[in-house]
């Protein structure tokens, strides 16, 4: 089997070029459009009952605010309980650290090759890149993430990585790397995978595992899949490595039914995964299988950042579920390849400056309509596009500018006349006075605007004034009801 790695692909900081190219890729947007219609369709149909998503949203966004309001006693507890099971607890604080933890667990068993199963905080730290540079093999067994890995791509979508892909293009991947077949038969397609998986998973030195939920009273770890490979790559393989970041953990065992609830409809539109494995720790000696030895690794990477901050302390509320990409307007014609980020549609672009810095992400909050899809669909409630605006208004800080939080990186650089403008703007909106004149000027001489309004209509058509201003037709309409 030949698996590929990525040498090169998009950057936010191109992000703007990104979404010219996406824009252009006409097959790409039908795949998108074709894959959203249908996943909003499902959750829909999943979430039909609107009384009863309300009080699941309120009390999934509960749960993990006071988890989150308890962060470090919880982690705390977490790390003791896990210990007492016989789990090795590991801290990161960067994702070099991270990579060099399991990179010295692996070498510690003299491995060669590990096998993956689903996990974005390892997309996150470029673990497989880390690890092929040390001589080590590291495979995908997610279906999307084998796809995306021979390919030699990024996966798009945080929980369908290859939703990008025609069954077309997978089955000519396919024949050009595993001597298959062309076949448009998707069953046939997924039976190829799963034997070409089957050597990788006996023959494997160490599992590696994302986690979903990380239940600190009990020292569960959740892992949430419909394949089977999460199974395997927790059990076969005689080391286990789990990663995941820092905000996962949870109070109460209690906590996980209304979040398991809730997370596979607003994913994918289904009632419940096929599997839904609790791991508590390494083979105990009356039991047949499951790894030899266990390790957990807590990732940081911006997270404590965020948890310092009140307002931005919300996106760590986040399960993961992708709803938010899956109603974005801007996602569903750009995918996510455009935003060179690990998470990328709404969600990334209110956790990627914290993990990336501002500097880098400054154009990720403006891909956004502000339309609410986003917040209104969210699971745990967060508010995505409240953050928006405010990571729109921390970009545009000048970098000597005082701020009340200063995300990772310098801040970002504005030319003169784009900061000028944006202080016109806040001069004119900010006052009753100043804005109604601007208002009756502008519909009065709107023959005058011109074509061309700076980037704004590179990309838009032009903005030109109503003939009335909204206060002149209301009083208007006033007028004729008296």
């Known amino acids: 089997m030949s698996t590929q790695t990525v040498h090169f692909h998009p950057k936010p900081e191109t992000f703007k070029q990104n979404a010219r190219e996406a824009l252009a890729d006409a097959p790409l947007r039908q795949s998108l459009r074709t894959a959203m219609d249908m996943l909003m369709t499902r959750r829909k149909t999943a979430l039909s009952d609107e009384q009863e998503l309300q009080m699941l949203r309120t009390l999934c966004e509960h749960i993990r605010q006071r988890s989150l309001s308890r962060l470090p006693e919880l982690l705390e507890q977490l790390e003791a309980k896990?210990?007492?099971?016989?789990?090795?607890?590991?801290?990161?604080?960067?994702?070099?650290?991270?990579?060099?933890?399991?990179?010295?667990?692996?070498?510690?068993?003299?491995?060669?090759?590990?096998?993956?199963?689903?996990?974005?905080?390892?997309?996150?730290?470029?673990?497989?890149?880390?690890?092929?540079?040390?001589?080590?093999?590291?495979?995908?067994?997610?279906?999307?993430?084998?796809?995306?890995?021979?390919?030699?791509?990024?996966?798009?979508?945080?929980?369908?990585?290859?939703?990008?892909?025609?069954k077309q293009q997978v089955s000519t991947l396919f024949n050009k790397e595993l001597g298959t077949p062309l076949t448009d038969d998707v069953d046939e397609l997924t039976g190829i995978a799963r034997n070409a998986l089957r050597d990788i998973y006996r023959t494997a030195d160490v599992g590696l595992s994302g986690v979903n939920f990380a239940v600190a009273e009990t020292g569960t770890l959740c892992l949430v899949e419909n394949e089977g490979n999460g199974r395997l790559t927790t059990t076969v393989p005689p080391v286990h490595i789990a990663i995941t970041g820092i905000e996962k953990v949870v109070a109460k065992l209690s906590d996980i039914p209304p979040l398991y609830s809730l997370l596979p409809r607003s994913a994918i539109g289904q009632p419940i995964t096929t599997y839904f494995n609790m791991i508590t720790g390494p083979r105990?000696?009356?039991?047949?299988?499951?790894?030899?030895?266990?390790?957990?690794?807590?990732?940081?990477?911006?997270?404590?950042?965020?948890?310092?901050?009140?307002?931005?302390?919300?996106?760590?509320?986040?399960?993961?579920?992708?709803?938010?990409?899956?109603?974005?307007?801007?996602y569903t014609r750009i995918g996510g390849a455009a935003y060179g980020t690990t998470y990328p549609g709404p969600i990334g672009e209110i956790v990627s400056p914290h993990?990336?810095?501002?500097?880098?992400?400054?154009?990720?909050?403006?891909?956004?309509?502000?339309?609410?899809?986003?917040?209104?669909?969210?699971?745990?409630?967060?508010?995505?596009?409240?953050?928006?605006?405010?990571?729109?208004?921390?970009?545009?800080r000048a970098p000597d500018e005082a701020t009340t939080y200063p995300i990772r990186g310098q801040g970002a650089s504005h030319s003169t006349g784009e900061r000028l403008a944006w202080r016109i703007f806040e001069g004119v909106f900010s006052g009753k006075r100043l804005y109604r004149t601007f208002g009756w000027t502008a519909s009065k001489l709107r023959a005058l605007t011109p074509g061309k309004q700076l980037s704004w209509t590179d990309y838009r058509t032009p903005l030109k004034p109503a003939p009335k201003t909204l206060h002149e037709l209301v009083a208007e309409k006033q007028k004729q009801q008296s």
Not at 137 to 153: F, H, N, T, W
Not at 295 to 310: K, P, S, W
């Open 82 to 166: 896990l210990i007492s099971l016989g789990v090795k607890v590991h801290w990161a604080e960067t994702p070099s650290e991270a990579c060099q933890i399991i990179h010295n667990i692996v070498s510690a068993h003299q491995g060669k090759l590990v096998v993956k199963g689903k996990s974005m905080v390892s997309e996150e730290i470029e673990l497989n890149h880390y690890l092929e540079a040390q001589g080590i093999r590291a495979v995908e067994s997610d279906l999307g993430e084998y796809i995306v890995q021979m390919a030699g791509e990024k996966p798009t979508h945080i929980v369908m990585p290859a939703i990008h892909k025609t």
């Open 284 to 330: 105990r000696s009356e039991e047949l299988d499951g790894p030899q030895e266990m390790h957990l690794v807590l990732l940081d990477n911006g997270r404590t950042q965020a948890y310092g901050e009140e307002q931005m302390r919300r996106t760590l509320q986040c399960i993961r579920c992708g709803a938010c990409m899956n109603h974005c307007p801007v």
């Open 355 to 396: 993990m990336l810095g501002l500097d880098a992400t400054r154009d990720l909050p403006t891909a956004c309509t502000l339309c609410g899809a986003c917040s209104e669909v969210c699971p745990v409630k967060i508010p995505i596009t409240e953050q928006m605006i405010r990571l729109r208004v921390e970009a545009q």
